[in-house]
Nanobody, 124 residues
């Protein structure tokens, strides 16, 4: 069993930055791929970014590519999402997910463990 806990959300002005953290516990962190999804009010949850076990494969949604960076620190059992040049449309609850399979996926149903989410609000 894996527990996933997000932190780092908050209120920021457009153009600003935030760094989200995802702490994982329960089993060897390096055994899991990690991903970030988000859900804006009134919308379905969508893929943001993911990173495989080794960190060698990383994918981003086109809407965040070039502005967001996902990374992992296995020694700290933590995955990060650095978000720069934030826009009001980035406002959402951000969820961290963990996947047992070796590869990564942009599909929500392919992820096994989820956190409770952290709110990110970007003001214009």
């Amino acid at each position: 069993q894996v527990q996933v806990v997000e932190s780092g959300g908050g209120l920021v002005q457009a153009g600003g930055s935030l760094r989200l953290s995802c702490a994982q516990s329960g089993r060897t962190f390096s055994s899991y791929a990690a991903g970030w999804f988000r859900q804006a009010p009134g919308k379905e949850r969508e893929f943001v970014a993911c990173i495989n076990r080794s960190g060698g494969s990383i994918y981003y949604s086109p809407s965040v590519r070039g502005r967001f960076t996902i990374s992992r620190d296995d020694a700290k059992n933590t995955v990060y999402l650095q978000m720069n040049s934030l826009k009001p449309e980035d406002t959402a609850v951000y969820y961290c997910a963990a996947r047992v399979a070796m590869g990564v996926s942009t599909k929500e149903e392919d992820w096994n463990y989820w956190g409770q989410g952290t709110q990110v609000t970007v003001s214009s």
